[in-house]
């Protein structure tokens, strides 16, 4: 089967895109391949909290924004605070006081998910830094917390989306909007959903509220997950079989 693999740093991470399939080594894929690619650049330039000319950065220093995405992300970060009970929240507090709005825990996904539109019509994966969404049947591995260059499982996913959030590459970068303290409890949360968006959005969630997140992610429907306590423990919710 032809299959064809393009790589490029975006966002500061690796993002793939796999194409297979009739047409996935012809130009017209290739040009898919790159609006995916621009599409996620053009993301970064408006939701990048490291860029001092991004959209974001403007809004945090208070300064008028008008621009339909940024809108549209604000309405989003308020969908997924009500959602999830509060514990994913986009205002997050300043050491000195007061809070700034870093909708990065909803943005990638939702960039993600915008980009793999560019793919429509091809059997492809798009992984952004371990979160993905894919079109066909692709066999995707989870990794080990504790040893990131182990796997604990893998699953199939068909037409969906997969997100983790967690300790592993990034350290406790989670925080508890509740407390403000960083989350404690959870080395990993891993989410297979139809949205990446969401699996993105339930996943920090998840992470922020700790081991008592499974309860609560067994009631959305459509979405399953496998959570890793600090102890190396395994939860999982109903429809997901744990590794043996």
Not at 149 to 156: A, K, N, R, V, Y
Request: overall charge negative; hydrophobic content about 45%; glycine content about 12%.
């Amino acid at each position: 089967m032809t299959r064809q693999a393009f790589v490029e740093q975006i966002m500061g991470l690796p993002v793939s895109v796999h194409v297979r399939g009739p047409g996935a080594d012809s130009p017209a894929a290739a040009n898919a391949v790159a609006g995916a690619f621009a599409e996620l650049r053009a993301m970064d330039a408006v939701f990048s909290p490291y860029r001092p000319d991004s959209r974001l950065s403007a809004l945090n220093r208070g300064e008028p924004v008008v621009d339909p995405l940024v809108d549209a992300v604000l309405d989003l970060c308020e969908q997924a605070r009500q959602r999830t009970g509060g514990y994913f929240d986009a205002y997050l507090p300043e050491p000195g006081g007061g809070t700034r709005f870093d909708p990065s825990g909803l943005v990638k996904g939702w960039a993600v998910e915008r980009a793999a539109e560019h793919l429509e019509g091809y059997a492809f994966y798009l992984n952004a830094g371990g979160d993905m969404t894919v079109r066909g049947s692709w066999r995707v591995g989870v990794e080990d917390p504790a040893q990131p260059d182990q796997l604990l499982t893998t699953i199939e996913v068909v037409d969906g989306a997969v997100a983790t959030s967690g300790t592993a590459h990034r350290g406790a970068h989670i925080v508890d909007p509740h407390t403000g303290a960083p989350a404690r409890g959870l080395r990993s949360v891993t989410i297979i959903g139809p949205s990446l968006t969401w699996a993105d959005v339930y996943a920090t969630a998840a992470a922020a509220q700790g081991p008592p997140a499974v309860t609560w992610l067994a009631t959305l429907p459509g979405y399953e997950a496998l959570l890793v306590g600090d102890d190396g423990a395994l939860l999982a919710t109903p429809g997901w079989s744990l590794p043996a």
